[in-house]
């Protein structure tokens, strides 16, 4: 089952903040966000497995809600390295496939 | 280690051939996922292994595709009878389950039908 992420687009000046999200009608096992930048492969964010885990490196981190069907993926004082397409990539169990949402594309200009 | 590995990177190829593209995941990672992304959209799942074992193929996957991984290596994604509407880029995807289920992903087979 497909997630669905939003907003569909965002455009940031240097420095703003932004929020993406993931949502699934059911419980997730697994959330998995990636960056991909134009003509390049998915590049590997983060992963969150626990309900109520939060997670995150430099300015980039994720929530898992408790109830595990949202994701949310915060970006602060976004850089212009920050502009690509965010997918959040989910599993509905350990024996299921990695299945992706339709992206959020990132616009940070200066 | 050098992550995965897909190969070719771009191939062009006229309707109604076939074509094969090799990917190498991580060595050691048992999980290894085929997708298929066009412009604008994220990527659309076709089939996953654990090991050697086909554990998944999408509904929407045509018959014209199969997938192998023999040994539980490295895998082979085949498509027979190409059409336009195959050109897409062609993205693999290893994990090592358990232990650290992210998955990393190769750079692409770009195709490109004729």
Known sequence: QQPVQSPQAVILREGEDAVINCSSSKALYSVHWYRQKHGEAPIFL???????????????????????????????????????????????SGNTPLVFGKGTRLSVIA | DTGVSQDPRHKITKRGQNVTFRCDPISEHNRLYWYRQTLGQGPEFLTYFQNEAQLEKSRLLSDRFSAERPKGSFSTLEIQRTEQGDSAMYLCASSLRREAPEAF??????LTVV
């Open chain 1, 46 to 92: 983060m992963i969150l497995l626990k309900g109520g885990e939060q997670k995150g490196h430099d300015k980039i981190s994720a929530s898992f809600n408790e109830k595990k069907q949202q994701s949310s993926l915060y970006l602060t004082a976004s850089q212009l390295s920050y502009s690509g397409t965010y997918f959040c990539g989910t599993e509905n």
């Open chain 2, 105 to 110: 992903f190769g750079q692409g087979t770009r």
